[in-house]
């Protein structure tokens, strides 16, 4: 049993804007029900004071989980978070038509991250996954039309992958041109799973434009070097020309609070994957991977070379060589 997995899956569902301020309302009302509670014995005056301080360290936490939400769900801090995230992986550049316009990559596979779903026989093949996996399969089928002979990877879980499966192929990818990998659990997981599929080939890796960063850090953590395909961008790229700091986007809104609590999970994501080394650090210079033989390169350079026999010199000719730039006293008055 994966320990760290289940202690990560269980601190995320208590680390989102709801349930924090959940966490601190009901942690301060605790605490002013404590200061109001009648002691049957006779207190003295620390007893006293103790009391007075819970009930203002209890109103305080209500105040601040009530301030911490309201934050949570205005403009400029839901839209800064997931455009800080966004930024980092713009989408790629396209003409009119939509077409990718991308000359110098050949890929041979798409690889597609799950991002949710809930199949069920009622529903409508679009309607089965995920706003996020909805738009990264639909962003992964018109870049497979453009380059109809790469094989589609979708990797996820069993339901995501069949889902994701069937609505590529209702958006009109080849069936025969989509692969499955369902072990992974978790992000984490792709690339380990992804790499003996794909091997050194080059490919797209298409998901969310906020979920690119982490995406991309754990790939490269394997050895991969994708070529970024994000989609699903919720801010990116016209932060700036609605001035989010009018006042009417001071009103808390509910998809604010859905796309800090978007941001939050990604940016504790990195700072987690981070603690468990499991992003690469130091290994790449923009997009160019370091080659892996470099370090056996290193080593052979630092064998010690056979010494050759320095040429004898005599003492008189190199005294009577004359400097090319003259005197000391020259070179210092005309440098």
């Known amino acids: 049993m994966d320990y760290w997995f289940v202690l990560k899956k269980t601190a995320s569902l208590y680390l989102n804007p709801l349930t924090i301020t959940l966490e601190m309302v009901i942690l301060g009302l605790v605490l002013i029900g404590f200061s109001r509670r009648a002691s049957k014995k006779k207190r003295g005056k620390k007893w006293l004071r103790f009391k007075r301080w819970m009930g203002d360290a209890g109103v305080l936490m209500i105040v601040l989980g009530s301030l911490f939400l309201f934050l949570c769900s205005i403009d400029p801090i839901g839209n800064s978070l997931i455009y800080y995230l966004e930024k980092q992986y713009p989408g790629l550049p396209e003409d009119k038509d939509g077409h990718v316009l991308v000359f110098d990559f050949k890929p041979e596979y798409i690889v597609v991250l799950a991002g949710g779903a809930k199949p069920t026989e009622a529903k409508p093949v679009l309607s089965i996954l995920s706003q996020d996996a909805l738009a990264r399969v639909s962003g992964a089928a018109i870049l497979w039309k453009q380059f109809p002979d790469t094989q589609m990877i979708m990797t996820g879980t069993p339901a995501e992958t069949g889902s994701m ?65 994000p989609n699903d961008f919720r801010v990116w790229p016209k932060f700036d020309e609605y001035n989010p700091y009018q006042t009417d986007k001071l009103f808390p809104k509910v ?15 990195m700072a987690w994957a981070d603690f468990r080394d499991q992003t690469k650090e130091g290994e790449t ?26 040429p004898e010199i005599d003492d008189k000719e190199e005294k009577e060589k004359p400097n090319p730039r003259g005197t000391l006293a020259e070179i210092l008055l005309n440098p």
């Open 165 to 229: 499966e069937r609505v590529a192929v209702v958006l009109g990818v080849d069936k025969k041109k989509i692969l499955q990998e369902s072990e992974s659990r978790d992000t984490k997981d792709h690339p380990l799973f992804i790499k003996p599929m794909v091997g050194d080939s080059p490919f797209f890796l298409v998901t969310s434009g906020y979920h690119m960063p982490r995406a991309m850090s754990l790939f490269r953590k394997q050895g991969l070097d994708p070529k970024p395909a």
């Open 285 to 310: 210079e923009g997009d160019q991977k370091v080659p892996k033989a470099a370090p056996q390169k290193a080593k052979e350079q630092d064998k010690p070379e056979p010494e050759k026999e320095a």
């Open 255 to 269: 998809i604010n609070v859905q796309r800090t609590d978007r941001a939050l999970h990604e940016i504790l994501g």
